[in-house]
């Protein structure tokens, strides 16, 4: 997948994004890894997500890829888009935006992937699936035929110690 990080601002904007563990360590550029930020004198230009400008109707939509590389494993992780001020990504630059992404290792995870997957689920299982159970309606007469073979289910009331309310339990009753 492409393009999960998005920002809309002015036209003409050079902007760039660095990704960060929970932790708060930055990736580097290419994703191979991830450091505190300015390990072995490195800086901005060394965490930046280059962000392209496209033009939808009248606004102006950054876009810049997450994981181009391929290295970033699945998990939640917060980014920072950066309003480039000169030649190059500086630490002095000013963050415009911030979130976090939700990534399985190779897409972004939002709403319409979990709907997806819950639809590819769905459509595997038996059409007498009963939901939150793993019982189907076929399986109910195997269980009621081996429950009526062990004996069957009452509810039993019993006075509770010290003269307190009675208590309801349900359970198997052999021998009736």
Known sequence: ????????TITSATLYACRFQPNGDVF???????????????????????M???????SRHYEGDFDASANIGAGVYQVTVYRQAG?????????VAQGEIYWDGTA???LYTIYVDTNEI????PDDYIMGSSVTDSMDDEINAAVG??????????????GGAPEKTSGIVEGF
Do not use: C, F
């Open 122 to 125: 769905q459509g595997k299982l």
């Open 28 to 50: 580097l550029t290419n994703g191979a890894s991830d450091e505190v930020w300015g390990t072995g004198g490195r800086d901005a230009d060394d965490y930046d997500v280059t």
């Open 87 to 95: 030649g190059s990504p500086a630490d002095t630059d000013k963050a």
């Open 52 to 58: 392209t400008e496209t033009t939808i109707g009248s």
């Open 108 to 110: 972004e995870v939002n």
């Open 1 to 8: 997948m492409a393009n999960e990080i998005r920002h809309n």
């Open 149 to 162: 073979d062990l004996g069957q289910v009452r509810t039993i009331e019993d006075e509770s110690p010290g």
